[in-house]
């Protein structure tokens, strides 16, 4: 029980997370520091505003992309700095501008997530000086300023990454691996018992969307770094295999799906099941041990005990098999369970296996790996006439530009009505709650408002009873700290971290504390305000217009995946790579179905549609992605030939054949459809086939049973 808070909090100190944190810390903290000991401290908050608005878009990612994007943001926020400042004394004008570069700087975001924190980053310079209202002969130093302060924060960070270019790789993969085990957690709670499925499944859907977002965090920068993709070092060929074998062994772990309710009704008299319930939490903490060892740069120890306690289980099983003389339990229970130890097993062997790759003898040994890297990463290319196709209501993203520029505009006219010292911090508010879709706008609103008035809080707390002002900076320190490390983590921490940072670096500056804390309240419950109304009345974008378009992606993903695994039965196959693509991209339709229904429930009822029916076909999208991935790894574990295809190529024929027709029924929904029988083999023509035959075509036939439902219940939406 002490252990675990340790571990966490070294976990973090350790991630990506902290690391971001301290990185823009010292960047944004350094320049003001320094140059207040000159008493230039006005010359270094300008120089530390260019380090804040760079370091939005440092975010993870390969550096020559991130390299990029931080000297196109230092160009154009530089550009933008003289604009504001030649034009923030004229109200009109300046309002006229914001609306236009509102909508600019949102629309780019089509372009990617890295080109929209551009945008972000564009828009928060414009709105962090539109108040300060200086000479005209002070603006170009300002503007100087800005750039020279975007400059050093882009060199510390490719400082920092230089000084260890594997290290961002470490932290995303150790995250990766992080989010597997608590899916095996999740997994492992079917075994319990009283368990509740349905709330199970629906958390083991959440945690296969964050498996998901991991998975392509860790192919983002793996690879598209070139000196990983090309095998130069050690190191690199190290963190590919361990990606590698990580991906094959999500896929174990999905492919283990069973009746859990008919086992529970079976074995739960003999406590077999929570014995598979402690293997696969074992198992589950030699990941996070492994994850660990990534970020700490250790060595795993190998799991001997673990090994025995599954060695165990095996003859436990078969033990239980053998006293079953009275037929007390059913042959296709004790089969299932046979077919768990055997995939738990498989899993922990894999595990063992990268556990052996962390030695530093066996590293050196890792030989070069062929794998088409660019197959499975996204490349968005600058092609103007993106942008040109989504200036259309049609585009959600139009529609989200238009909106950010109209109610930006409208705070913007509203705090210069309320005249208030820090009006912009409602257009700050604005501008970080607005997002495309309600259900996004709706959470982050409510984040923003309980962080700052529990942030609000802690700084007046602060500010009453600590006087020491050395004391008081290290409170500052330990909140900005705190405030860039969970951004991307957790936005109420952040928040929460946030705010006393604000109101106790104002008392440093001399411009009040308290009366800044109740100011900051006011502007974000405004702004709050403001941006939530918006999202529902000004061009809303709802989730049941992405509805069919990612139904049809789910079918077409799962559709690609069955047959890319036939033809590994059907065919002579050496290269994977197809396989693998379309693994993938159940992966991705997977996690994008499902964060859709997620976010659909926060929506208000009336624009909740099908919602009964969206979650059936979830679920036997997942069901059929697992079944189709046991299928995969028979194929891979067992070395056989089938020597009846001519039975089993029918039903890999008709399943692909139900899954098109599903579509179909999608997109085009009819009053009447021609029925599309299931294929069913004679028995006499079963007898002929060998054991491992059998199993396979069990597998094929259990798959066409999904794909059938999946079918009907495509004939009756009307999407």
């Keep these: 029980m002490l252990n675990k808070p340790i571990r966490s909090t070294q976990d973090f100190l350790l991630s990506t997370y902290f690391a971001d944190g301290l990185r823009i810390t010292i960047g944004v903290l350094l320049p003001s520091l320094i140059l207040a000991q000159f008493g230039l401290l006005k010359y270094g908050m300008t120089l530390s505003l260019g380090a804040l608005c760079v370091s939005v878009v440092d975010t993870p990612g390969p550096i020559v992309h991130r390299r990029n994007a931080m000297l ?19 109200y009109y004008l300046t309002g006229i501008i914001l609306t236009l570069f509102c909508f600019i700087f949102t629309m780019i975001s089509v372009y990617g997530m890295r080109a929209g924190a551009v ?25 100087g300023l800005v750039l020279a302060g975007s400059l050093w924060y882009s060199a510390l960070s490719f400082v920092f990454y230089r000084l260890r270019p594997y290290r961002i790789v470490q932290q995303t993969l150790s995250d990766c691996i992080m989010e597997i085990s608590s899916f095996l957690r999740a997994k492992a709670k079917f075994y319990k018992q009283n368990t ?24 983002d920068v793996l690879f598209k770094t070139r000196e990983i993709v090309r095998d130069s070092t050690p190191e690199g060929r190290f ?46 903490d030699e990941l996070d041990e492994q994850a660990f060892a990534l970020k700490a740069g250790s060595t795993p120890e190998k799991p001997l005990q673990l090994m025995e306690d599954v060695k165990a289980l095996k003859q436990e099983i078969g033990e239980l098999e053998s006293a079953n003389t009275t037929g007390k339990f059913n042959t296709l229970g004790i089969i299932a369970l046979k077919n768990i130890e055997v995939n738990i097993e498989n899993i922990l062997n894999r595990v063992v296996t990268v556990n052996r790759y962390f030695d530093k003898g066996e590293k050196k040994k890792i030989k070069e790996g062929k794998i088409d890297t660019e197959r499975f990463v996204t490349r968005q290319s600058i092609d103007q006439t993106l942008i040109l196709e989504n200036l259309t209501f049609k585009s959600s993203t139009f529609r989200h530009a238009l909106r950010v520029s109209i109610v930006m505009l409208v705070g913007y006219l509203i705090s210069r009505t309320l005249d208030f010292s820090h009006s912009y ?50 409170i500052l320190l330990f909140c900005m700290i705190g405030s860039y490390s969970f951004q991307r983590k957790n936005y109420v921490v952040s928040v929460v971290f946030m705010t006393p940072y604000v109101i106790i670096l104002f008392q440093f500056l001399g411009m009040g504390g308290i009366s800044v804390a109740t100011e900051r309240i006011y502007d974000t419950l405004i702004g709050s305000g403001i941006a939530f109304l918006a999202s529902y009345f000004l061009f809303p974008i709802w989730e049941h217009e992405k509805l069919k378009a990612d139904m049809l992606s789910m079918l077409e993903a799962n559709c690609a995946y069955f047959n ?32 859709l229904f997620q976010r659909m429930f926060s929506e208000p009822k009336s624009k909740q549609f099908l919602i009964k029916e969206l979650h059936q076909f979830t679920a036997l999208n997942h069901l059929l992605s697992s079944y189709i991935a046991t299928l995969a790894l028979y194929y891979k574990e067992h070395d056989f030939e089938l020597t009846r295809i001519n039975l089993i190529k029918p039903l890999s024929k008709n399943t692909s054949y139900l899954l098109t027709q599903a579509q179909d029924n999608l997109n085009n929904p009819k009053a009447e459809q021609n029925p599309v029988p299931l294929i069913k083999i004679k028995k006499d023509d079963q007898l002929i086939l060998s054991q491992n035959e059998e199993s396979v075509f069990q597998q094929f036939i259990t798959i066409q049973k999904v794909a059938y439902d999946i079918y009907k219940l495509a004939e009756k939406l009307k999407v």
């Excluded at 706008?441 to 009873?465: M, S």
């Design 119 to 143: 945008g972000t980053a564009c828009l928060l310079i414009f709105v962090l000086s539109i108040d300060d209202v200086r000479p005209w002969n002070e603006v170009a130093i300002h503007s």
């Design 72 to 90: 196109i943001t230092t160009a154009l926020i530089t550009v933008i700095s003289l604009i504001i400042g030649l034009i923030n004394r004229n």
């Design 196 to 219: 509740n499925f349905d709330d199970n499944y629906a958390e083991l859907l959440t945690l296969q969307i964050q498996v998901h977002e991991k998975q392509d965090a860790v192919r």
């Design 425 to 474: 911090w409602i257009l700050l508010t604005i501008l970080v709650i607005s997002k495309p879709g309600f259900s996004l706008t709706k959470e982050r609103n409510y984040q923003r408002i309980i962080g700052t008035i529990v942030g609000a809080g802690i700084g007046i707390v602060a500010l009453a009873f600590v006087e020491d002002k050395n004391v008081l900076f290290f």
């Design 564 to 595: 890319q695994v036939s033809l590994l039965f059907f065919e002579n196959v050496n290269d994977f790579t197809n396989y693998k693509v379309a693994r993938k991209q159940v992966y991705v339709a997977t996690a994008n179905l499902s964060s």
């Design 239 to 284: 963190l590919m295999l361990v990606f590698v074998d990580m991906v094959d062994l999500f896929e174990q772990v999905m492919s283990t799906y069973y009746n859990y309710k008919e086992l529970h009704d079976q074995f739960d008299s003999t406590g077999i099941l929570a014995k598979y319930e402690a293997v696969i939490l074992k198992i589950a």
